[in-house]
């Protein structure tokens, strides 16, 4: 193929290579990262044209934020704990923090990044355990959050 078709192109992102970073500070991998996104919710108006007949016109509701969930292979690390026992004290204006889910290109130089505001964790899941499984342990994250915008 001619050279020309590929000029000013840009090879899509690979979406192996992220972390995250508490408020500043990175935290660590993870292997998986899903909710990074907004909905609006639709609200359906029926109206009645001027020759009678009913028109449902869709128009913008409230805006919601997903929930972000995390997957990550067990380690020593036990931050993620700390930062959810924070909530299970009651302390939930303390867990409050502002993280970023940081994805980087594979000579590792940083082409990503969701900023996410007043994040805290609603939910940590242990592993589970198989004495015949050879797999990695894994443990799961979800975040709640006030706002989330993507910047690069």
């Known amino acids: 193929m001619p050279a020309s078709l ?4 840009e090879d899509p992102l690979v979406s192996f290579n992220f972390g995250l970073e508490l408020e500043g500070a990175a935290t660590g991998y993870f292997k998986e990262v899903s909710g990074l996104g907004s909905e ?5 108006h029926t109206v009645v044209s001027e020759s009678g007949q009913q028109i449902v016109r869709k128009v913008p509701g409230r805006l ?5 969930t995390l997957k990550r292979g067990i380690t ?3 931050d993620i704990w700390d930062w959810r026992k924070e909530v299970e004290n009651g302390t939930v204006s303390k867990a409050r923090k502002n993280i970023s889910v940081v994805m980087f290109d594979q000579e590792g130089k940083e082409v990503a990044r969701w900023n996410i505001s007043n ?3 609603s939910k940590v899941d242990g592993p589970s355990l198989s004495a015949d499984s050879n797999d990695i342990v894994m443990e799961e994250l979800t975040i709640v959050h006030d ?3 993507r910047e690069k």
């Open 6 to 9: 590929y000029e000013g192109k």
């Open 40 to 44: 609006t919710e639709v609200q359906e």
């Open 64 to 68: 919601k934020w997903g929930d972000i």
């Open 76 to 78: 020593s690390n036990l």
């Open 119 to 121: 994040a805290w964790p």
């Open 147 to 149: 706002f989330i915008e």
